[in-house]
């Protein structure tokens, strides 16, 4: 297969995948239900990424540690 060859100047774009609802929502019934906590310091409205050893939320940079088992 040959190389796409692109104008100078021209840059392409790139898609990004994100997650599926499925993965951040809890859904049973009519209820649904966030998985990940929400921030302590921004309030019920921001929500921390979870990630394997820490969450941290977006918008101040609040970060909470795991406990090591």
Known sequence: MAKKVVPKGKTQKV????????????VSGSSIKRKNKSCPKCGPGMFMAAH????????????E?????
């Open 15 to 26: 898609k990004k995948e994100g997650k599926k609802l499925s993965a951040l929502y809890d």
């Open 52 to 63: 394997k050893t820490r969450s941290v939320c977006g918008k101040c940079q609040y970060t």
């Open 65 to 69: 540690y795991k406990q090591k088992e």
